[in-house]
């Protein structure tokens, strides 16, 4: 279907294959149930890495297909993958140094809370 | 190089003559290009805009890993797989809808982006659920978070208040169709017909959402906190918490600098016990627990949000459908809706793992 | 070729223009016109720099006295709080790309109109909308005392109208947000035929850069805004450390932003810098390809530096290490920049008129501001001098002799494009000076005082200081006449100045191949590609009394060229 | 000016090198590299842009900004000579725009101007992180002091327990701040130290240094905490010795009457928002309160002023509000911070702000003595008759 008409549609227009995109679905609903039996099972320290990078998955197949990205003009992909950078950029800076002095808030005694029914209130507002 | 002669001198009243192809653009492509671009670009203000919330939330966790332990067991991970499918759904029947546009099929294309619109409302219908039966337990942000282990009864009083807009909406639009019907306004009929069905998914969603949680909770216990509540895992938080305490002892020994009298006083009185209160037999909770939570709400909340603006933007492109305005050459704001629309699935993907699958 | 009939057509003043092709408040308050729009904005803007100055009048004059003149301690702090933010955020960020950027750009790509104009005029409602929340925080009788960087838990704790301020940080955000997304497209995809990257002016390229930073950064503030509302409204427990929130975060979180901004505020000065020097010396710009990419990698390398905000804030050792580091290759741009501008004017023709004497200002004034950065990047001299009024001098350099005198040279510049109409360049001229020698006058003490201890943000101060404070306010009065001075002869110019050709300058950007003031389509005839540096692709018509395109000239009168016409 | 920073002198030098590590406890006269001649010095030295220098570091850093300052002033000088020489030589004459052909661009002459500097700024930054860490490495044998911050006021509590309002510290001998604050950021600022590091509620910071001057300084807050922010200012002494410390100071309470010791309580807690005189600050002032009688509330009503209201304004604050502050109380509790006898310590100095006559003038310390002398002449009498 996408193909019978394709030599009337302007050169910016491209149906993705329907065969395809369902595929797609399907390659995601059966990813999130992997991703849920896996949380399951008691894989230590490598649970948060594994549903990571099924996420990860996920998000490529989205990204690919449903997006368009497979098809797309190349600056756009850029543009849109390098926030991910500025986002990785934005969080390891600011672990590296909480990190390195989360044991100066960790000594610190921490003073009693307000109490609970005063603080929903905004302060003075 | 142009040469100036008066074939060149450009009338531009004449110009513009497709309407759906701005004064100021010299062709459809480029049009469609710019909005593209543009929509792409948008979506990278959205990431860097939610950008903020995963850095609190890395932090907290790295910083803090036995208080996500310890929240996560208020989460019910199937719940959140099935609004996971909803939402992955709602994204292929919006790649669907592109699909049809992309052909000038205005009226498959107004059918499946009605299908997102209820699928999307579907998810805000479980979210209400899932949200007020945490209310209901008291799980609220940091400082007002007040953990009380009962089991509330009946329908959540918070859900009902939830509830009150979707419903005034239902019978707003329910309403509003009845009467474009009437005074033949066709179109409109259909638009709010449309409408209506998507609210409806709102309650949809919630039916699910609770008959859900009812069906995995297995009669009387809660699901959320059933796990939580367990014997074993009590124990295994009672023996974090004092090996923390210890630590915490030790480290603070070694820091209580000589003359510093108010801080110990400060320490012996106020310890980890906030939650003390609630009985000897339940080991209080991590006092910070809270902020699992705040960023949970801030996460989830802004990310509904979202899905509330994409319902309306859905809500335009099915109008849009339904007064015949997309062809081959022209489907550019569909296109730009369901990235838009895809951004906020991609965004639940890594918040699913993230909130609901801790271990 | 063509007829002097066409090229009066073309370029002599049309009695229809944008200006006046429609009439009445509405055709102005709902235009889509990017011309009407970036005039709209630009005499926001210029409200907000008036209103914002008097509070620094103010300011100074109290810091007259070394006990205060005549305001509480309460007052100063409102008022040096809402005269940062109100220049930060509705001025200097919107100045130069929202109100210049939006007339030139367009024209520059010889295009008809931005890519999204309604998202344009958007952002000029979200500008005036945040705008008026700053304005209701100042009319709420609660005032803002938080600064502009509204730091946690101070901001948490206060009872002035943080919300109020902080909704209105947060849409001009998103009307900041809106012309960046607006100028990207526009700048990637309607660029004119043959108008290759490297045929872009130099401003644009800088606006590119900038729009980059618009937004990468802008949303990060966005996400710090609305935590903090939700901070001081529910205590969520992030940045509270009553409830074991980390304030350093808020820190990260808001100069993640907020260095970056300051390339917001300087990027686009530096673009209009390199188009009057090579316009006013009639000289190609020397090194394009260097001041085009330094612009991107000052854009790109703004984002590494954000930690330089915080040296003495409790960040850790190791981090402040790699931010002091990183700090010091911004450095390198910038100066690379400067030299090229000085290359440029050797063996030029210099004509010293007012935009270029703002333009040299700047070289000036920026050049002090930039090299006393390097004092501030070095670790243990900026613990020395942190928080002084060191850094307020330095940034004021930056900021008002960059920024501001960038924005006045680009006014007076553009302005017989944007009106039609010629100032007055003696009068122009005394303006530009009085600025110049008010802001030495006023911010060269505050490096004295900064060196010497004087924190920032004092409403008292030791009386070893005052001297000092007082050549300040004197100083900041001059400068403030002088800037009333220019924009009195700016408005007299719009109205009542004597009509000017379409490019009185010769100069070779495509926005002066239209007639002055333009027609609401930018153009009536397709602009002819040139290099924007090639000046001897302009020649004189002497029945326009202006520089034309050769290839539109009488070939009876053109003369050869001097220089090849590619470089 | 020198070339090198005084550190790297005082590797060849054992002189300035003892004194530069702070060890040299005997110097009675400071002998660090740069002496700061009576304000006389020419914008061209150290001298003119700084305060004078009174801490082991404080010569490093001041070498290095004149590093920069030359660094940047041949720069600058190069740059503006050249714009105003360009400027002046190729100005349009008679309206001829025809510029003399000259190359565009350079590759090399680009690669140069970029490279050149980035050797200086590499100095810059090399010697820059070394003063830095310099100041963030603990001493070993440093007397640690602890600094608590609070609106807007500064305490100081040493080794021993005691606690000032103004920071004392000993010449040459090495010292950690252990910073905390109880309610914003602030950031201890001294100059002539050159050191300064923000305090951070919900965390301890430290700063490290070691004075090698004898003298006042200032000590300022430099981190925007509010309305009084221009007034949370301190000194910082220096002292010889020790012993000096303890002679000049003499903080042992007992030496005082209570009423002076009430009012260094005040200082340390309550002057940052009560002024001494009636006058209102950001809180009720002090100076007529005790004579009042009675003090009338928010909401209505009034309390009498007595020894139970300013203990329970003290450690609960939202329990009586006086009219004209609500609705909510703004203060904080100082229960856990402040004793009984630290309250009444406070009584006797509202007492004394009221009356100076009413309260007794005899050091708190010999007061007891008496007290407790008088049963022991009572018990030799007895043991007598």
């Keep these: 279907m996408a193909g019978s008409n394709h030599s009337d549609h302007p050169p910016f227009n491209h149906p993705a294959p329907l065969p395809l995109l369902i595929g797609v679905f399907l390659a995601l609903v059966f990813l999130t149930i992997l991703t849920l039996v896996t949380s399951n099972i008691e894989l230590a320290q490598f649970a948060f890495a594994i549903a990571m990078l099924i996420a990860t998955a996920k998000a490529a197949l989205v990204c690919a297909f449903f997006m368009h990205m497979f098809w797309d003009k190349g600056f756009n992909i850029l543009f849109f993958l390098s926030s991910t950078l500025f986002v990785s950029l934005f969080i390891g800076v600011t672990l590296l140094d909480t990190g390195a002095y989360k044991e100066s808030i960790d000594v610190f005694p921490r003073a009693a809370e307000p109490a609970k029914a005063a603080a929903p209130e905004s302060p003075a507002e | 190089m142009a040469v100036a002669d008066p074939d060149n001198i450009l009338e531009h009243d004449d110009h513009h003559h497709d309407p759906f192809i701005a004064h100021h653009f010299e062709s459809a492509e480029q049009q469609f290009d710019s909005g593209k671009l543009g929509i792409w670009i948008f979506l990278v203000t959205e990431v860097l805009f939610f950008s903020g919330l995963f850095v609190a939330y890395t932090l907290y966790r790295i910083h803090h890993p036995e208080i996500f332990q310890q929240a996560h067991h208020f989460l019910d991970k199937n719940l959140g797989a099935m609004n996971t499918i909803v939402l992955l759904f709602s994204s292929l029947t919006m790649a669907l809808g592109v699909h049809a546009a992309q052909n000038g099929d205005n009226k498959k294309c107004g059918i499946y982006t009605l299908i997102t619109m209820v699928c999307a409302a579907m998810f805000l219908g479980v979210k209400a659920v899932e949200y007020s039966h945490k209310w209901d337990l008291g799980i609220f942000v940091r400082s007002t978070f007040d953990y009380a282990e009962h089991h509330p009864e009946g329908i959540s009083p918070y859900l009902i208040k939830l509830s009150v807009i979707p419903a005034l909406l239902l019978v707003g639009f329910i309403g509003a169709s009845v009467f474009s019907k009437m005074t033949e306004k066709d179109l409109l009929a259909k638009f709010f017909g449309g409408m209506a069905v998507t609210v409806g998914g709102y309650f949809l969603g919630a039916l699910v959402g609770l008959g859900f949680m009812a069906l995995t909770a297995g009669g009387d216990a809660h699901a959320s906190h059933e796990v939580a509540a367990s014997p074993l895992v009590l124990q295994a938080m009672s023996i974090d918490e004092d090996e923390k305490h210890d630590e915490h002892s030790h480290e603070e020994g070694d820091h209580d600098h000589a003359g510093d009298d108010h801080a110990h006083d400060d320490h012996s009185h106020d310890g980890d016990h906030g939650h003390a209160a609630h009985g000897a037999a339940k080991e209080p909770m991590h006092r910070d627990v809270g902020t699992f939570f705040s960023i949970y709400y801030c996460m989830t909340g802004l990310h509904a949000i979202h899905i509330i603006a994409g319902i309306i933007a859905l809500a335009w492109v099915f109008w849009r459908c339904l007064a015949l305005h997309w062809r081959p050459d022209y489907f550019g704001p569909v296109d730009y809706v369901g990235l838009y629309w895809h951004l906020v699935d991609l965004i639940w993907i890594y918040l699913f793992p993230l909130l609901y699958l801790i271990d | 070729m063509a007829s002097a009939e066409i090229r009066n057509k073309i370029f002599d003043t049309p009695s229809v223009n944008y200006l006046n092709h429609q009439k009445g408040w509405k055709s102005w308050a709902f235009t889509l016109d990017h011309k009407r729009i970036g005039i709209m904005y630009l005499i926001g803007v210029t409200a907000a720099l008036l209103l914002a100055g008097v509070f620094a009048l103010v300011l100074r004059s109290h810091l007259f006295s070394y006990q205060g003149a005549m305001l509480s301690d309460e007052m100063y702090n409102q008022m040096f709080t809402l005269h940062g933010a109100i220049m930060v955020f509705s001025f200097i960020i919107p100045s130069v790309p929202a109100a210049l950027g939006n007339i030139v750009l367009p024209m520059m790509l010889g295009a008809k109109d931005v890519a999204f104009p309604r998202m344009n005029l958007a952002s000029f409602y979200l500008w005036i909308i945040g705008t008026g929340c700053l304005f209701a925080a100042i009319l709420s009788g609660r005032g803002l005392d938080t600064g502009w960087t509204f730091y946690t838990p101070y901001s948490i704790d206060t009872s002035s109208a943080v919300i109020f301020a902080t909704f209105g940080a947060f849409v001009l955000g998103f009307s900041s947000i809106f012309t960046g997304l607006n100028f990207l497209v526009t700048i990637n995809t309607m660029r004119a035929p043959g108008q290759t990257w490297f045929k872009l002016p130099l401003f644009l390229w800088s606006?590119?850069?900038?729009?980059?930073?618009?937004?990468?950064?802008?949303?990060?503030?966005?996400?710090?805004?609305?935590?903090?509302?939700?901070?001081?409204?529910?205590?969520?427990?992030?940045?509270?450390?009553?409830?074991?929130?980390?304030?350093?975060?808020?820190?990260?979180?808001?100069?993640?932003?907020?260095?970056?901004?300051?390339?917001?505020?300087?990027?686009?000065?530096?673009?209009?810098?390199?188009?009057?020097?090579?316009?006013?010396?009639?000289?190609?710009?020397?090194?394009?390809?260097?001041?085009?990419?330094?612009?991107?990698?000052?854009?790109?390398?703004?984002?590494?530096?954000?930690?330089?905000?915080?040296?003495?804030?409790?960040?850790?050792?190791?981090?402040?290490?790699?931010?002091?580091?990183?700090?010091?290759?911004?450095?390198?741009?910038?100066?690379?920049?400067?030299?090229?501008?000085?290359?440029?004017?050797?063996?030029?023709?210099?004509?010293?008129?007012?935009?270029?004497?703002?333009?040299?200002?700047?070289?000036?004034?920026?050049?002090?501001?930039?090299?006393?950065?390097?004092?501030?990047?070095?670790?243990?001299?900026?613990?020395?001098?942190?928080?002084?009024?060191?850094?307020?001098?330095?940034?004021?350099?930056?900021?008002?002799?960059?920024?501001?005198?960038?924005?006045?040279?680009?006014?007076?510049?553009?302005?017989?494009?944007?009106?039609?109409?010629?100032?007055?360049?003696?009068?122009?001229?005394?303006?530009?000076?009085?600025?110049?020698?008010?802001?030495?006058?006023?911010?060269?003490?505050?490096?004295?005082?900064?060196?010497?201890?004087?924190?920032?943000?004092?409403?008292?101060?030791?009386?070893?200081?005052?001297?000092?404070?007082?050549?300040?306010?004197?100083?900041?009065?001059?400068?403030?006449?002088?800037?009333?001075?220019?924009?009195?002869?700016?408005?007299?110019?719009?109205?009542?100045?004597?009509?000017?050709?379409?490019?009185?300058?010769?100069?070779?950007?495509?926005?002066?191949?239209?007639?002055?003031?333009?027609?609401?389509?930018?153009?009536?005839?397709?602009?002819?590609?040139?290099?924007?540096?090639?000046?001897?692709?302009?020649?004189?018509?002497?029945?326009?009394?202006?520089?034309?395109?050769?290839?539109?000239?009488?070939?009876?009168?053109?003369?050869?060229?001097?220089?090849?016409?590619?470089? | 000016m020198n070339w090198f920073p005084p550190t790297l002198i005082a590797q060849t030098n054992e002189e300035i090198s003892k004194i530069v590590s702070g060890m040299n406890n005997d110097t009675s006269v400071p002998a660090h590299a740069i002496e700061r001649p009576d304000g006389t010095a020419g914008w061209y030295s150290s001298e003119y842009w700084f305060p004078e220098a009174a801490s082991d570091f404080a010569p490093n850093v001041d070498w290095l900004y004149m590093y920069i300052f030359w660094i940047s002033l041949v720069f600058f000088a190069a740059i503006v000579g050249a714009m105003v020489y360009f400027c002046i030589k190729y100005r349009r004459k008679d309206g001829n725009l025809d510029t003399e052909p000259s190359p565009s661009h350079n590759t090399n002459l680009e690669i140069a101007w970029s490279v050149g500097p980035s050797i200086l700024l590499v100095v810059m930054f090399w010697y820059g992180a070394e003063g830095f860490f310099n100041m963030r490495i603990p001493r070993a044998d440093s007397e640690e002091i602890q600094v608590t911050a609070s609106r807007w006021n500064w305490k100081f509590t040493y080794p021993d327990g005691d606690s000032s309002s103004e920071l004392h510290l000993v010449n040459g001998r090495p010292t950690k701040l252990v910073m905390q604050s109880t309610d914003v950021l602030h950031s201890m600022y001294i100059a002539a130290f050159r050191q300064k590091v923000d305090i951070v509620p919900g965390r301890y910071t430290y700063a490290y240094l070691t004075p090698n001057k004898e003298g006042e300084f200032r000590l300022a807050c430099t981190e925007y905490c509010g309305q009084k922010h221009s007034k949370m200012r301190t000194m910082v002494t220096v002292h010889a010795s020790d012993e000096r410390r303890k002679e000049d100071t003499q903080w042992i309470e007992a030496e005082y009457p209570a009423w002076q010791n009430g009012e260094r309580i005040y200082k340390i807690n309550c002057s940052g928002c009560h002024n001494k005189t009636a006058e209102a600050g950001t809180g009720p002032g002090f100076g007529n309160l005790w004579g009042k009688g009675e003090e009338s509330l928010h909401g209505g009503g009034s309390v009498k002023v007595d020894e139970q209201y300013i203990y329970d304004s003290i450690m609960e604050p939202g329990k009586h509000i006086v009219a004209g502050y609500g609705p909510v109380s703004k203060m904080n509790s100082f229960k856990g911070k402040l004793t009984q006898a630290d309250v009444n310590q406070v009584i006797a100095f509202l007492k004394y702000l009221d009356d100076p006559e009413s309260v007794s003038d005899k050091p708190e310390g010999e007061v007891e003595k008496e007290e407790d002398e008088k049963p022991t002449e009572a018990e030799a009498e007895n043991t007598s008759t």
């Design chain 3, 207 to 567: 606006l590119y850069a900038t729009s980059i930073i618009q937004v990468l950064a802008t949303p990060v503030l966005g996400i710090t805004l609305l935590l903090l509302i939700a901070e001081r409204t529910m205590h969520i427990g992030i940045f509270d450390p009553t409830y074991g929130g980390d304030p350093v975060l808020f820190q990260h979180f808001f100069w993640f932003y907020s260095h970056p901004a300051v390339y917001i505020m300087i990027l686009p000065a530096m673009g209009i810098i390199s188009e009057l020097i090579s316009v006013y010396s009639q000289k190609r710009i020397f090194g394009y390809s260097f001041i085009a990419f330094s612009s991107v990698a000052i854009a790109l390398l703004g984002f590494l530096v954000w930690g330089h905000h915080m040296f003495t804030s409790g960040q850790s050792p190791v981090v402040t290490l790699i931010f002091s580091a990183i700090t010091f290759t911004v450095a390198i741009p910038s100066a690379v920049k400067v030299f090229n501008w000085l290359a440029t004017l050797y063996k030029g023709s210099i004509l010293l008129n007012t935009p270029m004497c703002y333009a040299l200002s700047f070289i000036f004034l920026f050049g002090i501001g930039g090299l006393t950065g390097l004092f501030l990047g070095t670790l243990s001299v900026d613990i020395h001098l942190h928080d002084t009024y060191f850094v307020v001098a330095h940034f004021h350099f930056v900021m008002v002799g960059g920024t501001l005198t960038a924005f006045l040279g680009g006014l007076f510049h553009w302005w017989p494009k944007i009106f039609g109409r010629m100032y007055n360049d003696l009068m122009g001229r005394v303006g530009c000076f009085l600025v110049f020698a008010g802001f030495n006058l006023t911010f060269f003490p505050q490096f004295v005082m900064g060196s010497r201890g004087m924190p920032r943000r004092y409403a008292s101060y030791d009386p070893e200081f005052q001297i000092f404070h007082q050549w300040s306010t004197v100083g900041a009065f001059v400068l403030g006449i002088g800037i009333v001075v220019s924009f009195v002869v700016l408005a007299y110019a719009a109205f009542r100045g004597p009509r000017c050709g379409s490019n009185p300058f010769r100069a070779a950007s495509l926005e002066w191949q239209t007639s002055s003031p333009p027609d609401f389509h930018n153009f009536i005839h397709k602009p002819i590609m040139t290099d924007p540096y090639d000046f001897d692709s302009q020649v004189y018509d002497e029945t326009l009394d202006t520089y034309i395109p050769r290839e539109l000239a009488d070939p009876a009168k053109v003369p050869p060229r001097k220089t090849p016409a590619h470089h």
